[in-house]
Structures are given as structure tokens and as C-alpha cells.
């Protein structure tokens, strides 16, 4: 964490020497931050801010990789790709395809420090999508399905005593010729749907930990009295075993990395802690104040183990304002939650942002045009991203990425979709998928909108990956609602949906259906209509917002995707950014007048182009913003407070 031992400076000069034969590949755009990307290794930062150890190591770098049947037992290395970057991507320097019928193997060697000795090894994968299996010197060691929550193996059993020890993992994706969630990734992308993404993309890491190990910890704080309650999970513990949870002062960009001495209030005990703060400070937008957080195990008085964290003191909570219609309130107060569709996409490593500066370049431009919010649309980030937010000060509205969409649908497939493709869209897409992926689209009306009749294994897995998804994010204060289904897409038992979502964490506000097919559950009811806002159902006792509109289209020469008339907006397509802005007021103004009538909330698309798509109001490769940033800006703060 704070040092660099010899034996990682030995490996990295090793890795320097690999690094070289690595370039980005294909000819398409790229952010300036492409050439930052260091192949020795690439995402170096530490990858878990709120959970910090000192002893790990970074697994990011160029690994062996080979594409084989799916059946395969077994592969031979054909090349280098750069992990954490999925296989499709330039920043991979593979930019292959790999398809339900193949898998995609990934190699290579390590050695672990000395001083880990005696210690278990934890082997961490941020993310890879979408089903995972792990050999550790020949041994299997488990599988995962999911592709956007972190896991982890205990890979002790499995190590050498010392010297070389090698690792194999087994991918394998079908995107949508299956049926796990997958966001917006398609085999053919065109319109709003892009190319698909395999494998890793975020970042593999070591630690090395006591038997008895911190695994997780969970914060609630109480505003009215200036007390978080502090659940901790561990393993291996001791009867007799106690935790100490100590709150440090902190402060705006406060840095779990490097944390503070000076511990404001402690507690310890066993079962859930609870550490009254004295003259709390309370984390907003305007104000965004971390407090450090030191946990650990105690035995006999004496520490086994410990991690560095932080906290914020804040309330979200849908209630009845003056006006008698329901807002969200942040800390008691409502507030009008104003912000852009981030789709969290890079045309250089697609779901995987180049560097860290990068990715919080995004976050901070969205702060500077004064949104107060980013729904993060049908895709999770690392947990540095959310770090920033909470940093920041943005709030996050989180979706759960869907398991199906509308251009598989049968009842679409002559009319909507068919309009921007062609038959190659969906002719990946057995009738049996098809036909389980088909549902009725209701987006303006309480009534004709049906679910999808989803098989049980879809459901179970749908479940599942939620459940991690949500036990992963929700120690970050920046998330302020959880969105489970967006625009009917594979939208199925949705009363259930949401009920899982309120079991595993009561305290935000759930928008079970954004954009259509309401069922009337949860807290929010979620219009979304282009190009300008509109509210066109409205339910009195929920919070009424609108999840999308916008999508002023422009596309810039030179800063394109795709370099024809595909390109696309929502409605007309502008010629300069004082056009996409002049209009741009024009819905502001609306939304402005539709505040007065309970509208509580409202979501701009979006935050940058995306391959095809030129809504953006930042080029796909964030090289031009396309408006006047203080005109934006004044424009954006004006909707919040008026």
C-alpha cells in the first residue's frame, strides 16, 4: 500500500522489459490517457479504498491469453493481452472477438513476497464477465458467474511453499446470446447497444492476511444523534473475540491510504458497534466530509487484525415536502437531484476507463457543469469510482445491468428496432432466448406493461449477482437509490425484485422500474421520454421523476466513432454546441416549471458520446465539451435551487 518491496521493484523491471512488444490496437479514436497506460502495470492504484491492507500485489499486466472452444480442457498461449482490459478492446492489444462458442484463457506467473509467509493469500478479481473459472499451479480452485461484482478465492491450499507459482483462468461470455446480465453489450452493436466486453476488466490483485481476517464491514449512521453503527464480517474468529472500530477526524478528500492519527470517538465489542461522533460533520454535495475509519479484531487485548476505511454521516429518505408532494430529501432536506446517464464507456478500453485520472476526469466534469447526481446506467464501476464520488461529493444513483433488451423482442422486432438495423441484430438469438426475452412495453401508463416470462435459472442468477452488486456498493455514501429494471428489458417479478433490493439495504430509496412498466412498488415512479422532459404518469405517493430525457445529438468531426451517417441523437441532430445548448435551456426551463408539479428529480442523457451514439456532452474520446462549461453550469445549478 505505502511501499514498494524489492522483490515487486525486481518484478516490475521484468515486466518493463515484457511491456515493450505491447502496443494499443486498431485505428479508431482514443483518449489522451491511452498513452499514460503503463503495460508494466497498467491501474496501479490501489483497488479497494475502503477495505486497505499493506500487504498486496498488483496482478495487472500482460498475461498469456488463448481463444479455444468453450468445451476446451486446456490452452496454448497465442499472444499477450493486457489485463484489466477486456479482450475486445484497443487498450488490450488483442481487439478480438470471442463469442458464446469459444473461451477465452488467460496465463501467468508470480511469486509472493517473503514476509507473507505463514499468512493466508486472498486472490481478488474486480470484475470479469462473465463466468470465471481459477486453476492456481494446476489445482482447480472455483468459479464465479457474474460480471460486475468483485470476488475473491483463498488460494492457500494451492500454493507452493516457495519459487514460481502459476495461474490459469477459464472465461467464458455469451453477451446476448444468453441470459446473464450484460448491460449494454451486444454481439452486433449499433443504436444505443455496443460491442461487447469478455473477461477482465478490472483489477486482479493479491493480499495476504491472518487466518483471522476482517472480510467486510458495513456503516448506518443516525444524523439525529451523530452515531454510525458498524457491522463487521469475519472468518476464523475466536470465541472470546471483540472488534474496535475508531472514527478518525478526516475531512474533505480525505485518503483511506493515508490516514489520519487522530481518532475522534472509538467502541468495541462484539455483534454490531455503535460509535457516537461528537459535533458530527454531515457529508453532502457542497460539503462532502469523509471520516477515517480504523476496524479491527482484538484478542486477549491484543490486535490480529486490522483495515483502514472511511465513512460519511448522511441521511437519503423519500418524504412529503411543503408542497405536499413526495421529494427525496438528503439530510432531512429535500433536494432536487439533477444529473447526467453516465454510461461509464472508454473507446479505448470499453468498460474499463484507461487510468484512474481518467475516470475521475469524468466524475469531476460533472461536478464542474453542476449536476449534483450520475445515474450510473446498467453497469457498475470499480470501487475507486465510487471513492471519488463519495470524495467528490456526487450523488450515484446505481442500476443493476439488465439480462435482456427490447431488439431480441419479437414485438419490436418489425417495428422500433427495425428502423435503425437489420436482421443481424438479432439473429444470434434462438427463438427460445427470443421468446423468453419478449414482454409488452408500457412506457407512458400505469396499464399494458407485462413482465418477461424468464426461466428459474435466469431469475436465481438475476438474483444473485443483484445481491453481490449491492452487498459490494453499499458501504459507499455517494449511492442514493437503487434502480433494479430499466425500460422493461428481461423485467420480471418486479414486486420480488424490489423486495430483495429493501432486505438488503433498507436505508435508500428503490426505483424498481425505471422507464416504464410500473408496478407500482418501491419509492420512485420513473418517466423517461425524448427529447424534451415530460411527466406523463404520475403517481401521488411516490417520488416522481424523470429517469431520462435530452439526447441532443452532435457529432464533432474528427472525434468519431464511426465516420458516417449512423451516427445519431435523439431527435434532430445539432450543427454546434450553442445549438445543443440553446436547446438544452429550453428543457431546463421545462424542467424548472415541472418541479412546481412534483416532479422531484430528473436525468439528463448523457454525460459523453458512445460509439454511434453523438448525445453526449463530451466527444466519446473526452476531447472536446461540447457546450460552454460556465453557461452549463449556471444553467444546471439554476434547475437545482429554483
Known amino acids: 500500500m505505502r511501499r514498494i518491496s524489492l522483490f515487486m521493484a525486481a518484478f516490475m523491471a521484468i515486466a518493463v522489459a515484457s511491456a515493450q512488444e505491447w502496443a494499443p490496437v486498431g485505428d479508431n479514436i482514443k483518449t489522451r490517457w491511452a498513452a499514460d497506460v503503463d503495460p508494466s502495470c497498467p491501474r496501479p492504484e490501489y483497488p479497494r479504498p475502503q477495505m486497505v491492507r499493506g500487504d498486496w500485489m498488483n496482478l495487472n499486466g500482460l498475461w498469456d491469453y488463448g481463444i479455444t472452444a468453450a468445451s476446451a480442457d486446456g490452452f496454448v498461449p497465442e499472444g499477450q493481452i493486457l489485463v484489466p482490459f477486456a479482450v475486445e478492446s484497443s487498450l488490450s492489444g488483442v481487439g478480438r ?112 492476511v491472518p487466518q483471522t481476517h476482517i472480510e467486510s464491514y458495513y456503516t448506518v449512521s443516525d444524523i439525529s444523534s451523530g452515531e454510525i453503527s458498524v457491522e463487521v464480517e469475519a472468518s476464523a474468529l475466536k470465541m472470546d473475540d471483540e472488534f474496535r472500530v475508531e472514527v478518525l477526524d478526516g475531512g474533505i478528500g480525505y485518503d483511506p491510504l493515508e490516514p489520519s492519527s487522530s481518532v475522534v470517538a472509538s467502541a468495541q465489542g462484539s455483534g454490531r458497534i455503535n460509535v457516537k461522533i461528537p459535533e458530527a460533520h454531515l457529508w453532502s454535495p457542497e460539503n462532502p466530509y469523509l471520516y477515517g475509519l480504523k476496524i479491527s479484531v482484538v484478542r486477549d487485548g491484543r490486535i490480529v487484525d486490522s483495515v483502514d476505511g472511511y465513512t460519511a454521516l448522511r441521511s437519503i429518505a423519500k418524504v412529503t415536502a411543503d408542497d405536499g408532494y413526495q421529494r427525496l430529501a438528503l439530510n432531512c432536506e429535500p433536494l432536487f437531484q439533477f444529473g447526467p446517464l453516465d454510461q461509464g464507456w472508454w473507446p479505448d478500453g470499453l468498460y474499463t476507463a484507461p487510468t484512474q485520472e481518467a475516470m475521475v476526469w469524468d466524475i469531476e466534469k460533472t461536478k464542474e457543469f453542476g449536476y449534483n447526481m450520475i445515474r450510473k446506467h446498467i453497469k457498475t464501476e470499480p470501487a475507486s469510482w465510487y471513492y471519488w464520488c463519495d470524495v467528490l461529493g456526487m450523488l450515484v444513483w446505481q442500476d443493476m445491468p439488465n439480462i435482456a433488451d427490447h431488439h431480441g423482442n419479437r414485438s419490436y422486432r418489425g417495428s422500433l428496432f427495425k428502423s435503425f438495423g437489420d436482421e443481424r441484430w438479432f439473429s444470434n438469438r434462438s427463438d427460445d432466448l427470443a421468446e423468453a426475452q419478449t414482454n409488452s412495453w408500457s412506457r407512458d401508463s400505469f396499464v399494458g406493461g407485462t413482465d418477461c416470462d424468464v426461466p428459474q435459472e435466469w431469475k436465481e442468477n438475476y438474483y444473485r449477482e443483484w445481491t453481490n452488486i449491492i452487498n459490494a456498493l453499499k458501504g459507499f455514501q455517494c449511492i442514493v437509490v437503487w434502480v433494479p429494471f430499466n425500460e422493461a428489458w428481461g423485467q420480471f417479478d418486479t414486486e420480488a425484485a424490489v423486495e430483495l433490493t429493501r432486505r438488503l439495504d433498507p436505508t435508500r430509496p428503490v426505483n424498481g422500474a425505471s422507464g416504464g412498466n410500473y408496478a407500482l412498488c418501491g419509492d420512485i415512479q420513473d418517466v423517461h421520454c425524448y427529447p424534451g422532459p415530460r411527466m406523463n404518469a404520475f403517481e401521488k405517493t411516490m417520488v416522481n421523476v424523470i429517469g431520462e430525457y435530452g439526447g441532443i445529438g452532435y457529432p464533432v468531426d474528427g472525434h468519431l466513432w464511426v465516420i458516417s451517417e449512423t451516427n445519431w441523437g435523439y431527435g434532430d441532430v445539432m450543427s454546434s454546441g450553442d445549438q445543443v445548448l440553446e436547446l438544452y435551456e429550453v428543457f431546463a426551463d421545462h424542467l424548472r416549471m415541472l418541479k412546481t408539479t412534483g416532479v422531484a428529480a430528473a436525468v439528463y442523457t448523457q454525460t459523453t458520446d458512445v460509439e454511434v451514439e453523438v448525445n453526449g456532452l463530451i466527444t466519446y474520446d473526452r476531447e472536446v465539451v461540447k457546450v460552454d462549461e460556465g453557461r452549463i453550469a449556471e444553467i444546471n445549478k439554476r434547475v437545482i435551487n429554483n
Not at 98 to 104: H, Q, S
Not at 135 to 142: C, P, R, S, T
Open 97 to 208: 472477438t470471442v463469442g458464446k462458442d469459444n473461451a477465452l484463457w488467460y496465463e501467468r506467473n508470480f511469486t509472493l513476497p517473503k514476509d507473507w509467509k505463514g499468512k493466508n493469500v486472498l486472490l481478488h478479481f474486480g470484475a470479469v464477465d462473465w463466468q470465471t473459472e481459477v486453476w492456481v499451479n494446476g489445482f482447480y480452485v472455483g468459479e464465479h458467474r457474474g460480471g460486475f461484482d468483485p470476488f475473491h478465492f483463498d488460494v492457500t491450499p494451492y500454493l507452493k511453499k516457495s519459487g514460481l507459482q502459476s495461474m490459469t483462468v477459464k472465461v467464458w461470455d455469451g453477451t446476448d446470446s444468453s441470459w446473464q446480465p450484460r448491460g449494454k453489450q451486444v454481439e452486433h452493436p449499433a443504436y444505443i447497444w455496443y460491442t461487447s466486453v469478455t473477461g477482465i476488466w478490472q483489477t486482479v490483485w493479491l493480499e495476504a
